[in-house]
């Protein structure tokens, strides 16, 4: 039988990406919702390509999306608004399979009720559970939820993970044989910048990474090692495992997306040529495989496979973001909301490249941590976060 898809964030790379699969797969999954922030004109093509029972936008851009659907003759889509009509399709009980592929706390609500709604949650929204790691992971379970990673190092750890790994009780401490996991950075675009060379670079250098094509937000939190940072915190969730037992390998080629070490010695390594394709069709089809686009890894074009590790003194993010993660409560959601604000304000040039640590850091020192055990007080640390962010921001800019 035909999967139900709701995709959140369908407009951006990731939902893109997702759309690719589903074309290759029209027996497989239908497209039953969509949800996008802008590119209401983007937004309104998809409908009419797949025609959704229902698309959602913020409530200021829906008089847009209804001339546009009246302009191009588009009829029988629903139109929601808001975050409550993110978490109505989210957890819509036509649903089968959610995409949670909105970028950054937006995307919180939503993902957390497509997970207490017992979906098959394909997670690409790292900043979602950076923010609500406990909550979330207890929420799968308690509602049978399938959270599968689609963050390609994830997914690969996945892959390379026991089979019955997910099967047996949160322990924070390797099992079943696991020594140690080995998340692969590509270093991102200024992998062999000096300090001096950092100060100077400009938004559009940091968007353009060397392997992959992504949103702006991940594409400077890939440059400045935050991204990393995220994926850390994000593997020791998913994999309930203590940060220490997670090892970051900058290996820039991006052909191995991650590797699982065994106490006997062996090393397992998922492969592929970077696409995010290739993890979404995993995450989508788990535990069968589907057919997809991408060619198969040819390794004589790939003879050279580099290590080295990374260097905190000029990322500095990483450093901050394993820190947050060992102090845990609400350090990560902190450092994940300074970021967003950040990234956000050196997008738009009021800050440098090196001002983005300097200001998660700086609004780690200013806020109590204290326990994440309720989604209200996290998503109150969030506001108060981006308040002091915003502050060291204006006078960074001064
Ligand atoms: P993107 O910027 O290309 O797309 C983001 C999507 O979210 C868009 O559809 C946008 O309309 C929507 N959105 C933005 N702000 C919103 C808001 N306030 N409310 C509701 N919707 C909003 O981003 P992306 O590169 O596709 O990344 C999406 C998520 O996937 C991020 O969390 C990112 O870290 C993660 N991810 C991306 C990649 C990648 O290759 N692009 C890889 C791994 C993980
Ligand atoms: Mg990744």
């Not at 100077?200 to 440059?223: L, R, Y």
């Not at 052909?255 to 998922?270: C, E, F, K, P, R």
Request: aromatic share 4%; charged share 15%.
């Amino acid at each position: 039988m035909s999967q139900s898809v709701c995709i959140l964030g369908v407009t951006g790379s990731i939902g893109q990406s997702t759309l690719k699969i589903l074309d290759q797969h029209p027996d497989k999954y239908s497209v039953f919702a969509v949800t996008a922030y802008s590119r209401i004109d983007a937004l309104s093509e998809i409908c009419k390509q797949y025609r959704p029972k229902i698309a959602v936008v913020p409530a200021h851009k829906v008089d847009e999306l209804q001339s546009v659907f009246k302009q191009k003759n588009i009829q029988g889509v629903e139109i929601l608004s808001g975050e409550a009509g993110l978490i109505a399709v989210a957890e819509h009980s036509e649903v089968d399979v959610v995409m949670a592929a909105i970028v950054g706390a937006a995307g919180l609500l939503p993902t957390l009720a497509a997970v207490k709604a017992g979906k098959r949650v394909l997670l690409a929204n790292k900043e979602a559970l950076v923010m609500s790691g406990d909550i979330m992971m207890q929420a799968a379970k308690d509602h049978h939820a399938l959270l599968l990673p689609v963050d390609s190092e994830h997914n690969a750890i996945f892959q390379c993970l026991p089979q019955n790994y997910f099967q047996i009780e949160t322990h924070k401490e390797p099992q079943l044989g696991v020594k140690q996991i080995l998340l692969t950075a590509s270093g991102g675009p200024f992998l062999n910048h000096t300090l001096e060379q950092l100060k100077e670079v400009t938004p559009a250098q940091a968007c353009k990474h060397p392997n992959w094509s992504m949103g702006q937000k991940i594409s400077v939190d890939s440059a400045t090692l935050m991204n990393k940072g995220l994926e850390l915190i994000e593997a020791c969730h998913l994999f309930s495992i203590k940060e220490h037992f997670v090892t970051v390998v900058v290996h820039p080629q991006s052909i191995i997306h991650s590797m699982v070490q065994y106490v006997d010695g062996s090393t397992l390594a998922q492969m592929g040529n970077p696409d995010m394709c290739t993890p979404i069709a995993h995450a989508l089809a788990w535990p069968e495989r589907l057919t997809t686009h991408v060619p198969p890894l040819d390794l004589f074009t790939h003879s050279q496979l580099d290590f080295t590790a990374p260097d905190i003194t000029r990322f500095p993010a990483l450093k901050l973001a394993r820190q947050a993660m060992q102090v845990g409560g609400l350090a990560p959601a902190i450092l994940n909301a300074a970021n967003e604000v950040a990234v956000a304000a050196f997008l738009k040039q009021q800050i440098g490249f090196l001002n983005i640590p300097e200001v998660v850091e700086h609004t780690l020192n200013q806020i109590d941590n204290a326990s994440a055990e309720a989604l209200d007080v996290i998503l109150n640390i969030d506001q108060q976060a981006r308040q002091v962010a915003t502050q060291r921001i204006t006078q960074l800019s001064r």
